[in-house]
């Protein structure tokens, strides 16, 4: 009965996912207070449900051990976020929402997430260790990613995007299958650093595997279900409004990112710099290459160019955010100046996106 008590958030998800559908169209009449209550309903239901995907993930995380625990950990947070952005692509075509997503994720995992795990746990550890193996192959991995997912397409003319598009999703598939393979097998002891993984957070005794699987699977489609809904009210409150227009990205980002968030600060509270440098470099190099060929490849379904090149205030601040990670993942040990750091990029993340400049 308790096991099943802890699974209220999806219920009440359930409950709150009906009233919307009878509601929806009554409050994108009527606009207002009453649609942004509805909406604001929406978003606290799906984060609900998506803190269960992170808790079910989470404990199949503790039994199978590093690196498969981080690694169930980013892929069950990119899930939930790429299901969400087809979504919303899907019900209000829109070819910057995929750019501006994995821009936004990358901002709050690298320099959100990181930044503020390595100033919680430098203020109470001092300095923390970490592989630094594992910091490099992320790293490598991200640039080189993110050099052919969104730096190479602003200079790909309209006339050949089918092509490099195709080339994408191919090289993006081949680059994630081979780090998934040295990640687990040949050079999995560059992703471990002691005991990585809180053996206290779970009690997890009498519930097989498998049903924790079903639940986290069947959590991750009741996201794609309120996030349909939750796209119809989106659009129709930011019509003709002042809100930021990367507000749709920010808020399919954050929604992944928030459990992560938790976890990483917990990792980072108990000295276990590794996990929160797994967990958040891992999620953004599995958004760039789980995500974009996702989305390249719906657009090659529907013939409809996405747009996936930087603005010059994005390729900027993912520059600042790579050579910030370089310069300071480059000795195997954080601290709480090199956390302030990455914190700073967040901020100005933030500011930047409150202005409506990104």
Do not use: C
């Amino acid at each position: 009965m308790k096991y099943f008590l802890a699974e209220n958030p999806i219920a009440l998800a359930i409950l709150a996912g009906l009233a919307a559908f009878f509601l929806e169209h009554a409050a994108v009449d009527s606009g207002g207070a009453g649609l942004w209550a509805l909406f604001g309903m929406l978003l606290a239901a799906i984060v609900g449900v998506a803190f269960r995907v992170a808790h079910h993930a989470e404990v199949l995380a503790l039994r199978l051990g590093e690196p498969f625990g981080t690694l169930i950990l980013t892929l069950s947070a990119v899930a939930v976020e790429v299901v969400i952005l087809v979504v919303m692509m899907l019900n209000h075509p829109n070819p910057t929402l995929a750019r501006d997503t994995v821009f936004s994720a990358i901002m709050l995992d690298i320099n959100g997430i990181l930044g503020i795990a390595a100033v919680l746990g430098g203020l109470i550890h001092g300095s923390q260790k970490y592989n630094l193996s594992s910091a490099n192959s992320y790293i490598a991995m991200l640039l080189v990613a993110l050099g052919i997912g969104m730096f190479i397409p602003d200079f790909v003319p309209e006339e050949a995007w089918v092509t490099y598009s195709a080339f994408s999703v191919v090289i993006m598939g081949v680059l994630y299958l081979a780090f998934l393979r040295l990640q687990t097998v040949e050079h999995r002891q560059f992703f471990e650093y002691g005991s990585d993984l809180d053996k206290e957070v779970h009690d997890t005794e009498g519930s097989p595997n498998w049903l924790h699987g079903v639940i986290l699977v069947g959590a991750v489609a009741l996201i794609g279900f309120l996030s349909e809904i939750l796209a119809v009210l989106l659009d129709a409150g930011l019509e003709g409004s002042t809100l930021p227009k990367a507000l749709p990205a920010v808020i399919v980002a954050g929604i992944s990112a928030s459990p992560e968030i938790l976890t990483a600060l917990k990792a980072a509270r108990h000295d276990r710099m590794q996990t929160a440098m797994n967990i958040a470099l891992g999620a953004s190099l599995a958004t760039v290459l789980l995500t974009l060929p996702v989305i390249e490849g719906i657009a090659l379904f529907t013939g409809e160019r996405i747009v996936m090149a930087l603005t010059p205030v994005q390729a900027g601040m993912l520059l600042l955010t790579l050579l910030a990670a370089m310069n300071n993942l480059h000795d195997g040990e954080s601290n709480a100046i090199e956390g302030m750091s990455h914190f700073a990029l967040f901020a100005a993340f933030v500011a930047l996106v409150l202005t409506g400049v990104v």
